[in-house]
């Protein structure tokens, strides 16, 4: 029985030695996976901190939102662009949007109808099937593309292309001149060998000269002018081969040609060199000089009238809004040098849609064209400006003009627009027209800007508006 005892006491101790080994390792092994889990998180959190550092690196804007529109993340390229805008918090997209219109920070092609962009907007969120390109108030422009994840997140990455539209424009606008140029003024370009002879003749030549260009091709250049011309032009061109006289390129000179009905044509000439593996081409630009004065006389004219009309807004003829922002940003650089006091009114027509719905958008226009017109009589001194700011906002800039003189000139509005008794039913005013303005007046100052200045006459537009239309509110002093 002790032996019994003995036997079953000692299997005992090895399965509880065995148990304990057991215990033991299942602790080492649960320590080793809390330490791996603790090493995972302090990895993953670090991936986060990286991931976030590197989304703030990038040189495009970058907006995450969840499923339900709510902002998750914005990048410091974002916040340096939308001081204005508060990224801190969980903000749907339609409170962010909202929050920028009340700021006077929504883009370029809102600030005509902030309500309508804004439900358009709302409406293709998530949805757009090309990249948004948006205007900015600071004259940037961004182009914006919205990914969906497979998690239900829209990604927002904004870039800033504003060089890229500058010098598109710029080449649109050189490639139009330059297209005119050659259009209108019958330009024959040559290009000659070291000998004179041609080796190449455009289209205009034949148009110019009356040779057709292969009929050109392996001939002198002199044949299309007389002795005293051509031997003026090979002395030129020899003094080039020779010392490379720099009077020869680049300068334009008038030469006498020969037309090949036999007429003399007076042409100016410019010569460029161009060299390839060491071969000498000569590059010759014949311009019609009659033909070039009558197209500098069209330019000239069809310019005054792009400035006219780049100027002015067409239904009202009042200054249109590149122009006022244009004598804004001058009249605010003077206003700071000579602390003289700035004014400016925006005006907007009280519910000019009902107007619109009712009376048809023909009698809108001229509805409009009766307002600009008691503006223009009101805002009478040669530094006043009366402009369109868009759609159915106007504006009074009126420099050397402290709150009280702002006020009188909104005050004879009102009376003068009265006086026109512009009929409107609809208006809960009453039987006429009126108009709601935001005034702000003051001495411009280093720490504000035209643009926040105009800011504060909107905001107080809006209050009038808010408080029942057809009033002027003054904006607080700044």
């Known amino acids: 029985m002790n032996t019994a005892f003995a036997l079953l006491l000692a299997a005992a101790v090895v399965l509880l030695a065995a148990a304990w080994r057991r215990v033991i390792t299942a602790r080492r092994e649960l320590a080793q996976a809390h330490a791996n889990l603790e090493s995972a998180r302090a990895d993953a959190e670090q991936q986060h901190r990286l991931l976030e550092n590197a989304i703030d690196a990038l040189q495009v804007g970058v907006e995450i939102y969840d499923a339900e529109d709510r902002l998750v993340l914005a990048n410091r390229r974002v916040r340096d662009w939308f001081p204005a805008q508060h990224f801190d918090g969980p903000d749907r997209f339609a409170e962010l949007l909202e929050t920028s219109r009340r700021n006077g920070t929504l883009p370029l092609e809102a600030q005509a109808d902030p309500d309508t962009w804004m439900q358009e907007r709302l409406a293709q969120r998530g949805k757009l099937e090309r990249p948004l390109l948006q205007q900015w108030a600071d004259g940037r422009a961004t182009l914006l593309h919205e990914r969906r994840t497979p998690e239900g997140h829209l990604v927002c990455t904004r870039q ?32 000659l060998d070291e000998a004179g002879l041609i080796a190449s003749a455009n289209a205009a030549t034949e148009r110019m000269l009356g040779y057709a260009p292969e009929e050109l091709l392996g001939r002198d250049v002199g044949l299309l002018m007389d002795e005293a011309t051509r031997a003026l032009l090979r002395a030129d061109m020899q003094a080039w081969l020779e010392a490379g006289d720099r009077e020869l390129l680049g300068r334009q000179r008038e030469l006498g040609v020969l037309h090949q009905g036999g007429r003399e044509l007076t042409v100016q000439l410019a010569l460029a060199e161009v060299r390839n593996n060491g071969v000498r081409v000569f590059v010759a630009v014949l311009t019609d000089i009659t033909e070039r004065k009558r197209f500098e006389v069209d330019l000239q004219h069809a310019n005054e009238q792009l400035l006219r009309l780049s100027t002015t807004d067409a239904l009202t003829e009042l200054a249109n809004r590149r122009l006022l922002m244009n004598r804004l940003e001058d009249e605010w650089r003077r206003a700071l040098r000579s602390s003289e006091p700035l004014a400016l009114l925006l005006i907007d027509v009280d519910f000019f849609k009902l107007y619109n719905d009712h009376y048809g958008h023909p009698a809108g226009d001229a509805c409009l064209q009766k307002v600009a017109e008691v503006l223009r009589q009101s805002a009478n001194r040669p530094s006043d400006l009366a402009a369109r700011y868009g759609g159915e906002e106007f504006v009074l800039l009126l420099p050397h003009t402290d709150a009280g003189g702002a006020m009188a000139v909104a005050t004879r509005v009102q009376q003068l627009l009265r006086e026109a008794a512009i009929q409107h039913e609809l208006s809960p005013q009453g039987p006429d027209v009126t108009l709601s303005m935001g005034l702000v007046s003051g001495q411009a100052n280093s720490l504000g800007s035209a643009a926040s200045w105009l800011a504060q006459a909107d905001l107080a537009l809006y209050q009038a508006k808010s408080h029942g239309r057809n009033r002027i509110v003054q904006a607080p002093t700044f």
């Open 160 to 191: 800033d292309v504003s060089e890229l539209i500058a010098k598109e424009r710029a080449l649109q606008s050189s490639q139009a001149q330059l297209q005119a140029i050659i259009g209108t003024a019958g330009v024959a370009i040559l290009t």
